[in-house]
């Protein structure tokens, strides 16, 4: 008998501007960045929904990270489209 798996994360692809963004942080923003961008993964709904946009912005005020994202309509991928650490 296999071991039951816990749900599919979605993949995350990260777009142009938030590239340029990545490229400015030191190796700890980073890590603090990858730790929010896996709990998006696990879980696309834990950003806050920006009115009147498919967009959600997830704020971790602990490790002092945003990210703005969207989910596909499958769930299956959420695009970063902006990241501050």
Known sequence: MSPEHGPR???VVI???AL??????N????????????AISANPEIGTPVPDT???????DIEGVRVIYYVTALRTITVV???EA
């Open 9 to 11: 994360r979605a993949r």
């Open 15 to 17: 777009v142009e501007p």
């Open 20 to 25: 340029s963004q990545l490229d400015k942080l």
């Open 27 to 38: 190796p700890a923003e980073t890590h603090r960045l990858d730790r929010a961008v896996v």
């Open 54 to 60: 498919l967009l959600r912005d997830y704020t971790d």
């Open 81 to 83: 489209a902006y990241v």
